[in-house]
């Protein structure tokens, strides 16, 4: 059973920094896609960052994504954080069988 959670997440000034962490478990996720979207109230879900086994995304330059394989834990550090980037932010793992899991979510608050 593959479990997907998020952690991290909570209440920061504009300007303030948060990092997330999401852990899976359940597979070996060294070779899977993983990612991290965020919705917003009244907003679709967006992609925010993703990492492959070969390549880093990020939607921004405050944004920054990494990854622990060995520990199979997904890390998204946020800079600058701005109102707009109030949101619940989701994990997404994609296994090479192209089945996709989500975890339950975090909320981030970017509030003076």
């Known amino acids: 059973q593959v479990q997907v959670v998020e952690s991290g997440g909570g209440l920061v000034q504009p300007g303030g920094s948060l990092r997330l962490s999401c852990a899976a478990s359940?597979?070996?996720?060294?070779?899977?896609?993983m990612g991290w979207y965020r919705q917003a109230p009244g907003k679709q879900r967006e992609l925010v960052a993703s990492?492959?086994?070969n390549t880093n995304y990020a939607r921004e330059g405050r944004f920054a994504i990494s990854r622990d394989n060995a520990k199979s834990t997904l890390f998204l550090q946020m800079n600058d954080l701005k109102p707009e980037d109030t949101a619940v932010y989701y994990c997404?793992?994609?296994?090479?069988?192209?089945?996709?899991?989500w975890g339950q979510g975090t909320q981030v608050t970017v509030s003076s």
């Open positions: 990492s492959s086994r």
């Open positions: 997404n793992v994609i296994l090479t069988t192209g089945s996709q899991y």
């Open positions: 359940g597979r070996d996720f060294g070779t899977s896609t």
